[in-house]
T-cell receptor, first 115, second 114 residues
């Protein structure tokens, strides 16, 4: 079945450091890929997405590129802020029929940014 | 007010008790979902509903049941709660349109089963 694997956390960085959170997936066909973020005490919210190979999703300084050849969708940010401290989830959604909207999530990566 | 509202936000109960978690939404979406979040496991799909007359099991439906009372309401029940159902539960909604796959989440219901 479909699966998503994220790098082990937690990740601790100093403010203005470069961030990479690795995500790889296993799926047949051509899934859509997502990064969701969960701030403390809140539900998940969509951070960015990519729906086909080589697409780059971006939002709030975060970027991720859909790499079909390596089945990856790594999240990056050039300079993190304390306010970026959260749990980040990589997810996929299979294309076609009733699969739309059913997401398969990775295990989540906790990011803590210190001043 | 939140677009996706879950009640209760926190609940502590005992083994064997029946528990209902409720979800209501004002987004007008047809599709609603219940996910469970456990540390280190991410979110796993319990049940989903693509319209009022459509209910489907997710990957971990055993021990749970759901009811779609209206387009805007989707309840999750634990008929006889057990300790390994202690988790954070999220309701989510989405449109019925193709491609996007974006879900809109409630703030979660933390359930502790003693």
């Amino acid at each position: 079945g479909d699966s998503v694997t994220q790098m082990e956390g937690p990740v601790t960085l100093s403010e203005e450091a470069f961030l990479t959170i690795n995500c790889t997936y296993t799926a047949t066909g051509y899934p859509s890929l997502f990064w969701y973020v969960q701030y403390p005490g809140e539900g998940l919210q969509l951070l960015l997405k990519a729906t086909k190979a080589d697409d780059k999703g971006s939002n709030k300084g975060f970027e991720a590129t859909y790499r079909k050849e390596t089945t990856s969708f790594h999240l990056e940010k050039g300079s993190v802020q304390v306010s970026d401290s959260a749990v980040y989830f990589c997810a996929l959604s299979k294309a076609g029929g009733t699969s739309y909207g059913k997401l398969t999530f990775g295990q989540g990566t906790i990011l803590t940014v210190h001043p | 007010d939140a677009d996706v509202t879950q009640t209760p936000r926190n609940r502590i109960t005992k083994t064997g008790k029946r528990i209902m978690l409720e979800c209501s939404q004002t987004k007008g979406h047809d599709r609603m979902y219940w996910y469970r979040q456990d540390p280190g496991l991410g979110l796993r799909l319990i049940y989903y509903s693509f319209d009022v007359k459509d209910i489907n099991k997710g990957e971990i439906s055993d021990g749970y049941s759901v009811s779609r009372q209206a387009q805007a309401k989707f309840s999750l029940s634990l008929e006889s709660a057990i300790p390994n159902q202690t988790a954070l539960y999220f309701c989510a909604t989405s449109t019925g349109q193709a491609v996007t796959g974006e879900l809109f989440f409630g703030e979660g219901s933390r359930l502790t089963v003693l």
